[in-house]
């Protein structure tokens, strides 16, 4: 059976300038025909434009560029490959997809689908997280550039610099019939499992489990954070004391000012933010 793809790599990203030929011959050495869309189009653009023609949708780039193709992917359902070639790429670590090029082909060029829930937050949907507050602020002032010099390093580097200036907000919560004050530096919402270059949502979270996890960070010290950083990296931040954690499939937050939304490690918008779970969205192709 011929399979056919429409390719979406993304060659501003970390490894994508440098791995697209590749990935293209050995995509058809694998048997894909490839459609290639207009270079000017956006990826939404290029997934509403060829939809009709392809059986899958694969894209080359971070948890960025996987994010624009969710809504688009959901609209058309359309399965979705990954070729994981961005900085962090916590989507494709969610889902135990190989780093290495030639197996991520491989896996795209298959035929095992898992499907995953995404997140919604203002009818924009997200696999990973959104999140308002600190990593908002660091997803608003960390380049491309420096993604691309630093990697993974570079989120740490600049969410240092970032916390340290950073000072708590007031919010309030929406969720179970309550309405709940709260004083924080971050609010995450969370689908899959991994955000942030390897940082856990919750130690037990998985992109299909049926709900959204929620933690607020209630810190009023830096050096806090540095203490809390172990317990991110392991999604146990929960068992702190002064971190507010709790599952939830639909939430409203308000602020007194607008405060941007971070969903992906992308800028969608300000709050006010409503946040939902929709089941089984998209289908990815997994090993």
Known sequence: MSLRALLLINRFSRHGQRHWQQAVDQLRAA?????????????????DRHAAEVDRVIVGGGDGSLNAAADALIRHQLPLAILPLGTANDLARTLNLPRDLPQAIAVAAGHK?????????????????????FSASLAKNLTAASKKR???????LAAIKIFRQSR?????????????????????????????GGMAVAEDAAPDDGRLDVYSLELHHWWEMMALLPALRRGTQG???????????????????????????EIVGTTPAHF?????????FVG
């Open 150 to 156: 630093w990697g993974v390093l570079g989120y740490a």
């Open 239 to 265: 068992r702190w004391r002064k971190v507010r954690a709790f599952p939830a499939t639909a939430l409203i937050v308000e602020t007194r000012r607008p405060h941007d939304i971070n969903a992906d490690g």
């Open 31 to 47: 048997g894909v025909m490839i459609v290639m869309p207009d270079p000017s189009l956006s990826i939404a653009e290029a997934i």
């Open 168 to 196: 708590p907000f007031t919010l309030w919560l929406e969720h179970d019939g309550k309405r709940e004050k709260v004083k924080t530096l971050q609010l995450s919402v969370g689908n899959g499992r991994f955000y942030g």
């Open 276 to 284: 939902s779970l929709r089941r089984h969205a998209v289908r990815v």
């Open 113 to 133: 689908l898992r499907a995953i829930d995404v997140g919604i937050v203002n009818q924009r949907a997200f696999f990973n997280v959104a999140s308002i507050g």
